[in-house]
């Protein structure tokens, strides 16, 4: 999926601050059309012809950062918040981490879910803002972790995926099925699930995780 658009410009200048790069944290493609990207305490950022933001300035303006909102608007990513500390120079790569919403292609390995307090009979409560991501057992029998983070919206829902690099060589029973655990980070405190079995290139949908049941 290709979200990029921009006019030509010079990617680096004299007078830049520094530049963000943004990938789509699924399939690593750079993103810039349809994305609001902006510099608290700057002048709106510039869209080169390489789709990289670059702001325009001096030196003596990176002080005057205050903060950079990235808003994805309609297209299916979580909205990114940094802090000036966060920001590296003079180039940055930012992930945008997928939404439920997320058209994914053949191919990808994943899960769509929820994430909720406690299982019925209690009152469904859902679990909002937490870290979520996938683990994978390789053919070796160690565990890998996913490099993509997603992130819990208001409702709980979340999308988590697996991105296997080409030499990545995963444990696969029978079926074709990769072992993996879910692993959910909340309040600085961490717990995952027991082990699932996900087809591989294929999302898992409407699956429905509680916080209460999940174990260190």
Excluded: C
């Excluded at 409702?155 to 696969?172: E, Q």
Aim: glycine share 8%; hydrophobic share 45%.
């Amino acid at each position: 999926m290709s979200r990029f658009k921009g006019e030509p410009e010079t990617a680096f200048q004299r007078n830049s601050l520094f530049a963000i790069e943004l990938v789509d944290a699924v399939t690593m493609e750079r993103v810039s059309d349809g994305v609001k990207v902006a510099g608290e305490g700057l002048p709106k950022p510039i869209v080169n012809g390489g789709g990289l933001f670059v702001w325009p300035g001096i030196e003596a303006d990176f002080a005057k950062l205050r903060g950079i909102s990235i808003d994805p608007d309609l297209l299916p990513y979580e909205k990114v918040e940094l802090k000036p500390a966060d920001v590296l120079r003079p180039l940055m790569t930012v992930q945008l981490r997928p939404r439920v919403s997320y058209p994914f292609a053949a191919g990808i390995t994943g899960i769509r879910g929820a994430l909720i307090e406690e299982l019925p009979p209690r009152p469904r409560v859902p679990v909002p803002h937490a870290d979520v991501f996938l683990r994978w057992l390789d053919e070796h029998g160690v565990w890998r972790e996913a490099p993509t983070i997603s992130r819990t919206e208001t409702n709980g829902d979340f999308a988590a995926i697996v991105r296997l690099a080409p030499d990545d060589l995963p444990l696969l029973d029978p079926k074709g099925a990769m072992t993996v655990r879910l692993r959910v980070r909340r309040n600085f405190n961490e717990r995952g699930t027991a082990d699932m079995k996900l087809a591989q290139g294929r999302i898992a949908d409407a699956l429905t995780f509680a916080w209460d049941e999940l174990r260190p």
